[in-house]
């Protein structure tokens, strides 16, 4: 807990204790019939009091964060949410039935800078990286999930309004409940805040029947109607179908693309020549069918994921590239930082990896990778951190894993997950499929390796365990190291040793002619293993959603009468890059408003025609509040505008011109700041007269 | 039938008879004791006759196309998917675990040729035509696919084999069957044929009882089996759900994705500034459980469909761009050519809309675009035709559809569907859920319309009808105009008229005072209408299927001593589109290699660099096999060769240009002819020594 929040809590209940011992002693002094005056002061004393208990309040509310600034944070998403709504960047799915919750559509600027958003990442992961992009169904069979883990562990905790059914997700309830109390409850003392605050660190890890009897002890009951609740218990959150007709077949909705490269790897590994390391990236849907989905397009039920399955030698976790990230320099929030009560801070990422945060060169290189690519979309870097996972958050395989989160007005919310998963998954399928999912090295030049070899004599032990005998010889090839060494031991010592076969439930007697064990040198030509993992898996949703948040801000009209709201996208997502107004409703004006808008369909730049006599000001307006950077003005049949959306600033340039000037800044090639530097500044003549 | 057809047919089974007859002369030639002579001629003559009937059946063979030509389309298609499999341009799904009929991954060259697919159609429909594109959830509710037809009607009709319990279509098998017959079984009568090919025509209208039917009069059993089967029933093709954990919410996965776009276009012709024209699009993933799919990529249970909605005034289906397509030329195959046997042919798209052939100027828009984005991606335009449906195909409400057909190994493949919907989608989902899906036409002026007003006059209604009152003043209110008329001229001439209210079930006397009918000159200021729908749909699978094929080719290596495969993809399609060689494993070629493929990287082409030591002429193979445009071999520090696939001509350009050269063409800003004709060629030289 935060040091000033304890000392706030404590003083406030002390300042309560003296509250209620001072109006004890009024009381007292009324009943004892004392003098007004005496009265008059006490009463004043513990009015000084009351107040002061108030200001503390006020403290601690401040302190606590559930006050203004929550309001503040939540005003303000409401002002983005209506306009992007308004401006069908997205809207609830199937909203003429009524929509169903955690289903959104996005519409087409949203449609539009959500396709951006997925050309970039194709550009600077795959392409840059040379990746082996696939593209697998979201029908997937039950055994793949089985192997996966999904069937049996994909599930959240769900408690049932015990009168209506209605479900709720356990956990969100107990959440709700700290959070409400902490924030509200100026009250509570020190100790039952830390208790609160304890449950919502190990929220994740509470285990079905300590979340039921959290439940239980607070007296948490259904948030609609009160009611009393069911025992928590798991939903499997994948949606189930059944593929083909007869109904024999289960098989769900993926809840990642990540399996179906999985599944793919020996066909992968083949096609990159057999070579390590190699990644293969995937584009596609994945569902979850959350039990209550709340927060908007944070938690839905269907969203896109871009992944990486960056396969990689165990004993070699570094990265060709690494030196290009070297230097970079943001947020991160390592184990320790985050259990010591410290916040996030800028270390250089090669730092990072060198002193061990970071487990390896890997794993860094595309936490750099992740860094540059939300930035480059027009993700706040101050709002950007890299959290590490603690202890009991990672999966027990992992090596390490590292999320980056976005703060939006929602909080810190995780965005990419980059995890090092070790050899798991492939394993994993191995065993299910029967089918070695391996990479192999082959050495340069054959290596000597000393090998245990376990030789039973079958004719003996045929002799002694008759029928038993081929249990007995099996577990005799399967003993490790360590039991083979210490049986040769006996075997030599005693001449013979007590064996216990699993199989058969009982313990043999091995002697020395049943079995020979010895050290043998060996060449050895290659080495067969399981490539480890680094995942980095991108929600596209939920960075398109900060990146709204991050990209929106309002300024006051040219009147001053009104805020308008503008998207201060980069060229790179917005959904349109340029919009073409003739100034006024005259038809040469529109002719060359044409000609123009043919050059830009040409060369391939998304843009809008608009005729309309509404003033240049409103039209302005209308497409900063979409985001489009630039906007080319028809005022002449010779000469146009360009405006830059932030800045405003205008720059004349020939009616030739004016589409591959829009090009080059859009594709990046130029800044607007040489573009400024080069043609002729517009001043707000008639052009900006109404904006 | 084919004339020469059914004059083979019947020439045969003339000639068997003549056979027939022959035999028995002969027979009877022997029984009588003749003489040997005269015996050697008659079997001589018969000998003479089996050699005609041989040769006829080899005719017949022919003409039916079920001999060697079907047997050479198998073996092209085995060798295309042989290639594709093994290069990973498309595997089965989950392969290690044995796969699931009907799902397939693309490897990464498939995966790269379908996202260039869909960026080229993204930019040739919804850039070229300022299209609004949208993104809906593939999970649907039970609603929605009520309001469109899918639930009571999206369904196969499906036989199971009586002992093992396998499913299949019926109407393939009874398809099966037929040309089963008629491609293997010579001896069938003229009349026989005639009969499986009017089966085979009218497949799709058979109704359940009239496919049972056929099914048992062939006497067809389970093909796996030969067990009986059960009567033909209906199996819906949508993979079900449940939405959300109370399993009460029934959900299935999207069978297109049109719906998300009609629930939406209330939002949309708002978005679009309350105007007609405008067109929707959508990219996405739709699912169909199919009974027993096959025919690989053709018929699958998860496919991406690309779909444009374009809502249009239904008096108004001009279209402002239809001249820009008016004068192309391809082949079309209109309902009456197909009814009256004849092939398709070449008609000039004005004509055909002109003619009426095509319904309105809009449809023939689309099916131009169509056109040059098919040809445009390397369909051949000789195996690529526009097929009207018959009048039983189209839905009851559809004003007009025509299917762009491929032909590929398969047969003709149905790859786009464009069809004229009228306004069937918008009236199913604005009486579903009650909010009007409309359009208005403000008028420039008011216009004077003669309308009927109906006035019941409710106190004399209620005094005659007491508690029914209601009910029939909504009866008479609900009168179309011919009704209203005629009880208009009975009350006028008789005073009173009969009344059927059938709410109440019965006939009610209407008089004179209890209602006013007269005709009203009214003004409106606008009309009010749902607009009609062309949606052109296209398959993308299907269509890249079909550009596998008509790109393969295979040609001999220059030893001469191998056929090597060649998929002959445009730049635009192409995976990769550059290949960089360094001619030998030297380092300052290494090094060269590495510069030209970091300023590819930097202009955004895909490429890839191979520095194994593999001789070029084997480098060069395997790219070919990629469909790998360009190839760039390092064989000096100063200047490169550029490489054609198909040509296999090469240029020599400098280390600074060779990137931008293989931009240039790749984007297609420049052709290959130019760049033959700017720079020195270079002769097969070392490089192509092993080629």
Known sequence: ????????????????????????????????????????????????????????????????????????????????VNTLERRLFYIPSFKIYR??????????????????VLAFWRQHFVLEENMLEVDCPCVTPEVVLKASGHVDKFTDLMVKDEKTGTCYRADHLLKDFCNEKLQKDLSISTEKAAELKHILAVLDDLSVEELGAKLKEYGITAPDTKNPLSDPYPFNLMFQTSIGPSGLSPGYMRPETAQGIFVNFKDLYYYNGNKLPFAAAQIGQAFR??????????????????????????ENKFHPKFSEVVNLEFLMFPREEQMSGHSAKKIPLGEAVSRGIVNNETLGYFIGRVYLFLTCLGIDKDRLRFRQHLANEMAHYAADCWDAEIECSYG???????????????????????????????????????????????????????GNQKMVVEALEAMNEKEALEMKAALESKGESEFNVCTLGKNVTIKKNMVAISKEIKKEHQRVFTPSVIEPSFGIGRIIFCLFEHSFYTRLSKAGDEQLNVFRFPPLVAPIKCTVFPLVQQQHYEEVAKVISQSLTTAGISHKIDITGTSIGKRYARTDELGVPFAITVDSTSSVTIRERDSKDQV????????????????????????????????????????
């Open 412 to 466: 810190w919310i995780e965005c990419v997950g980059i995890a090092d998963r070790s050899a798991y998954d492939l394993r994993a399928h191995s065993e299910k499929s029967g089918v070695p999912l391996v990479a192999q090295e082959k050495f340069p030049e054959p290596r000597e390796v000393e090998k245990l070899v376990i030789n039973p004599v079958k004719k003996e032990l045929g002799l002694a365990f008759k």
């Open 289 to 314: 069918n959350e039990i209550s989905p709340r927060q908007g397009l944070l938690r839905v039920r269907e969203f896109t994921l871009a992944e990486i399955e960056h396969f990689v030698d165990p």
């Open 99 to 116: 929509g169903v919750a955690g289903l959104y559509d996005y519409g087409p600027p949203g449609c539009a800078v959500k396709s951006n």
């Open 1 to 80: 807990m935060d040091a000033s929040e304890e000392i706030l809590r404590k003083t406030l209940a002390e300042k309560q204790s003296a509250i209620e011992a001072h109006g004890n002693a009024v009381r007292a002094l009324k009943a004892a019939g004392a003098a007004k005056p005496e009265i008059d002061a006490a009463i004043e004393s513990l009015n000084g009091l009351k107040l002061e208990k108030t200001s503390i309040e006020r403290q601690l509310q401040a302190a606590i964060g559930g006050g203004d600034s929550s309001l503040n944070r939540e005003a303000f998403r409401q002002a983005v």
């Open 652 to 691: 004349r340039v020939s009616v030739e011109e004016a589409a591959s000037v829009v090009k080059e800044v859009t594709d990046g090639w130029r800044t607007w700041t040489d573009v400024w530097s080069t043609f002729p500044h517009h001043s707000s003549g008639s052009v900006e007269a109404d904006e």
